[in-house]
């Protein structure tokens, strides 16, 4: 039950945090499919910072390696940016390319600081009142900056004319330049704290569990991408939607350490239950998807 528990707690770290990134860049038309890329740079960011620090490192130092991780991530999703606003590439193939990008830098890092064996080797434990799976795990660093970043979204958004403007950039750009609003700028700003966000979520998947780190995050990426989706770019649906698939996720997770003998060897197996319950359900609301009606489309400001 504390292995159920702490699995739960670290999807919903990492899913939420990857699934407000993806919603603020789609909030101002970008499509960020980058989201796996950006995650992937976090997590590397992360392992070698940690790497340099050392095995004795102080369990505080999450305080800054956390935030570093995201601004890495803020500064890749830049290369997003610059092709999709600046550029006015397509958004999509822009989004793989960036991800392709971020496993091919994660491989050679991990060969330069892991002498060629793709294992770095830290193990500086989160910021918790244990740094065991037990339920004193439950109440971390990672769990409380989730939230606080949960509700602080929502009220930005909500209730702020800085989210005002950025919903209505992501709904009729023209609309929103004729009465005054950069809307280049809160493009940057949204792909920016998407990157951010989603740096943080990489950071907390590197602190998840051994040193061993492949590259890449699992596709969490792509399923935060998809819970965005499903949570029809809304701040209270997404956190629902991430609370049912973080529990689907844990499930996945912990059911082969129950039944070692029996459901071990499908461990792999189970680990898609998430993914393919997440197709079966976009693809039976798909005709009720809202999204921005300017998302992945490339703001030109002379068609106004």
């Known amino acids: 039950m504390e292995i159920l528990v702490y699995y739960f707690i670290l999807s919903f770290c990492i899913l939420s945090l990857a699934s407000l990134?993806?919603?603020?860049?789609?909030?101002?038309?970008?499509?960020?499919?980058g989201i796996n890329g950006m995650m992937i740079i976090g997590a590397i960011s992360y392992l070698v910072f940690g790497y340099y620090l050392g095995?004795?490192?102080?369990?505080?130092?999450?305080?800054?390696?956390?935030?570093?991780?995201?601004?890495?991530?803020?500064?890749?999703?830049?290369?997003?940016?610059?092709?999709s606003i600046k550029l006015k590439t397509d958004q999509t193939i822009s989004g793989f390319?960036?991800?392709?990008?971020a496993f091919g830098i994660a491989i050679i890092l991990l060969y330069t600081y892991g002498g060629g064996s793709k294992n770095i080797s830290f193990d500086v434990k989160e910021l918790a009142l244990s740094s065991d799976t037990s339920y004193k795990n439950i109440l971390s660093f990672r769990l409380i900056l989730t939230i606080v970043i949960i509700i602080l979204?929502?009220?930005?958004?909500r209730y702020t004319?800085?989210?005002?403007?950025l919903r209505s950039i992501g709904e009729n750009p023209q609309?929103?330049?004729?009465?005054?609003?950069?809307?280049?700028?809160?493009?940057?700003?949204?792909?920016?704290?998407?990157g951010f966000l989603s740096g943080i979520a990489g950071a907390f998947f590197a602190q998840s569990g051994p040193t061993s780190f492949k590259g890449e995050v699992g596709g969490l990426g792509y399923l935060a991408l998809a819970i965005m989706i499903m949570g029809q770019w809304r701040i209270p649906w997404i956190t629902l939607s991430?609370?049912?698939?973080?529990?689907?996720?844990?499930l996945s997770l912990t059911l082969p350490f129950i039944q070692p003998d029996t459901l071990g060897k499908y461990s792999d197996l189970l680990s898609l239950i998430p993914f393919i319950l997440t197709l079966i359900i976009m693809i039976a609301t798909s005709k009720r998807s809202a999204a921005p009606a300017a998302s992945g489309i490339s703001y030109d400001k002379s068609t106004r």
């Open 21 to 33: 990134g993806g919603m603020f860049s789609e909030r101002t038309g970008t499509i960020n499919i």
């Open 97 to 101: 390319a960036i991800n392709m990008l």
């Open 161 to 165: 004319s800085w989210g005002l403007r």
């Open 175 to 194: 609309a929103a330049d004729v009465a005054g609003v950069n809307v280049i700028s809160y493009k940057w700003q949204g792909i920016l704290i998407s």
């Open 242 to 250: 991430v609370l049912v698939f973080s529990f689907l996720r844990a």
């Open 153 to 157: 979204a929502f009220i930005l958004v």
């Open 55 to 83: 095995q004795s490192a102080s369990k505080w130092f999450q305080l800054i390696l956390i935030p570093l991780s995201g601004i890495f991530g803020a500064l890749f999703a830049s290369l997003h940016g610059f092709a």
